[in-house]
């Protein structure tokens, strides 16, 4: 999926209770946060250094003003002054290191101050004390989903935190939160290629609350995988203008544009979203496509000698984007952004050509879409690299791998 544009920002009522927005700041009286120094050594009972360990720069003391340490925390954190909010924190986590409410005020003070190695390590101790903990349930679902770099993994815990939190919400008849877990579990399942649920929950989002623009947005994304091309093209053209989505908007239409072969609106749409984003939309790797077909014959024989015995009498052809009809055959649809497909039984199964098919014609292919890998990559070398992975994809197909098992090799 493309970068999320924007940290949300949670305001969340539940038993006394609150989550907030996750977005590095410096501390407010401009001094740096605790910070990692040279080693220093450790005093063993005689006196000898028996190791080292960094120099901390510690915690100031809570500055609470009377109120309790997780009263203050929660008030230093809605001003802002996250280094406050820490202090406060990490002292009510020692005065009651059993209870979850502390340790997860704790990650919201780390991933607000940017510090989220720390803050994953804060809501791993919330919900290891209280598994269904909604504060830290919701906090744990946006570091993992949005404030840290997507990955599989991350994407799957923040998926598993926003359902857990998704079901409690609802037992509870929290309408609020119901609609905070189901946004955060939308954008989980749409980075994960699971668009069906991520349209479900995008929807359950805007019926809680209508108008909500990273819902509205998540909504677009998942008719798009799921092909409903009309409906998708509808939505995002509401959002060209949007400061936040409209980069994004602008992307999207081209790639619908390009699919009904309109080149040139396609064109003008790309290059708006590059504009607005360089850095999400990068000039596209294209080859001419004799020297797309070119690097995946040379891609095919690198290969070891088992995969190219496997791919024997298999063509593996070059071709621009996906076609609808290889997109729909399939329940859910395959999404319109692959790089690759094998059409056709897995070995060693019966191989029967199509009904329709051309005489001749193989049973058994793989095709490469030029387009889609050439916006995938930043480089001529990733476009290479991206060649040679997504043929190993498509030849796991060929021997019976799904995409879950592909995607645990490294092969997603």
């Known amino acids: 999926?493309?970068?999320?544009?924007?940290?949300?920002?949670?305001?969340?009522?539940?038993?006394?209770?609150?989550?907030?927005?996750?977005?590095?700041?410096?501390?407010?009286?401009?001094?740096?946060?605790?910070?990692?120094?040279?080693?220093?050594?450790?005093?063993?009972?005689?006196?000898?250094?028996?190791?080292?360990?960094?120099?901390?720069?510690?915690?100031?003391?809570?500055?609470?003003?009377?109120?309790?340490?997780?009263?203050?925390?929660?008030?230093?954190?809605?001003?802002?002054?996250?280094?406050?909010?820490?202090?406060?924190?990490?002292?009510?986590?020692?005065?009651?290191?059993?209870?979850?409410?502390?340790?997860?005020?704790?990650?919201?003070?780390?991933?607000?101050?940017?510090?989220?190695?720390?803050?994953?390590?804060?809501?791993?101790?919330?919900?290891?004390?209280?598994?269904?903990?909604?504060?830290?349930?919701?906090?744990?679902?946006?570091?993992?989903?949005?404030?840290?770099?997507?990955?599989?993994?991350?994407?799957?815990?923040?998926?598993?935190?926003?359902?857990?939190?998704?079901?409690?919400?609802?037992?509870?008849?929290?309408?609020?939160?119901?609609?905070?877990?189901?946004?955060?579990?939308?954008?989980?399942?749409?980075?994960?290629?699971?668009?069906?649920?991520?349209?479900?929950?995008?929807?359950?989002?805007?019926?809680?609350?209508?108008?909500?623009?990273?819902?509205?947005?998540?909504?677009?994304?998942?008719l798009f995988e799921l092909c409903r091309f009309a409906d998708a093209k509808q939505a995002f053209l509401t959002m060209l203008d949007d400061p936040e989505r409209g980069a994004h908007a602008h992307h999207h239409l081209g790639l619908l544009l390009e699919r009904e072969g309109k080149a040139r609106e396609a064109a003008e749409h790309f290059a708006k979203a590059r504009s607005l984003s360089p850095d999400d939309f990068p000039d596209p790797q294209l080859l001419p496509a004799d020297q797309f077909k070119r690097e995946i014959d040379l891609a095919v024989a690198s290969l070891p000698a088992d995969m190219r015995r496997d791919l024997d009498g298999i063509p593996v052809t070059a071709e621009e984007l996906p076609r609808t009809d290889d997109l729909v055959s399939g329940d859910p649809p395959l999404s319109p952004a692959i790089l690759g497909l094998f059409r056709g039984p897995p070995l060693p199964e019966p191989c029967e050509p199509e009904p329709g098919a051309a005489p001749g014609q193989p049973c058994r292919s793989v095709a490469l879409y030029r387009l889609n890998l050439a916006r995938a990559v930043r480089s001529r070398e990733e476009l290479v690299e991206q060649i040679r992975v997504t043929l190993l994809h498509e030849i796991g197909h060929l021997r019976g791998e799904d995409d879950f098992e592909l995607a645990a090799r490294g092969l997603e």
């Open 1 to 222: 999926m493309f970068g999320r544009w924007a940290v949300l920002c949670f305001l969340v009522a539940v038993s006394g209770c609150s989550c907030r927005k996750v977005e590095p700041s410096p501390p407010s009286d401009g001094a740096a946060p605790a910070k990692l120094d040279k080693p220093v050594a450790l005093v063993g009972p005689e006196g000898h250094p028996t190791s080292f360990a960094p120099k901390v720069t510690p915690l100031s003391t809570c500055n609470a003003n009377g109120l309790q340490p997780l009263d203050a925390a929660r008030k230093w954190h809605d001003e802002g002054k996250f280094d406050e909010a820490l202090s406060c924190a990490a002292q009510a986590t020692a005065l009651t290191p059993d209870d979850p409410l502390g340790h997860s005020e704790r990650g919201a003070a780390l991933a607000s101050m940017g510090r989220l190695d720390e803050a994953q390590v804060a809501y791993a101790r919330a919900l290891a004390l209280d598994p269904e903990f909604p504060d830290a349930l919701l906090g744990a679902a946006h570091l993992y989903g949005v404030a840290l770099p997507s990955s599989r993994e991350r994407d799957e815990l923040a998926a598993v935190y926003s359902e857990r939190g998704l079901a409690a919400a609802r037992e509870q008849k929290d309408s609020e939160l119901t609609g905070q877990f189901a946004l955060l579990s939308a954008m989980a399942f749409n980075d994960l290629g699971q668009a069906r649920d991520a349209l479900d929950r995008s929807e359950l989002a805007l019926s809680l609350a209508p108008g909500g623009r990273e819902a509205a947005y998540e909504r677009a994304v998942a």
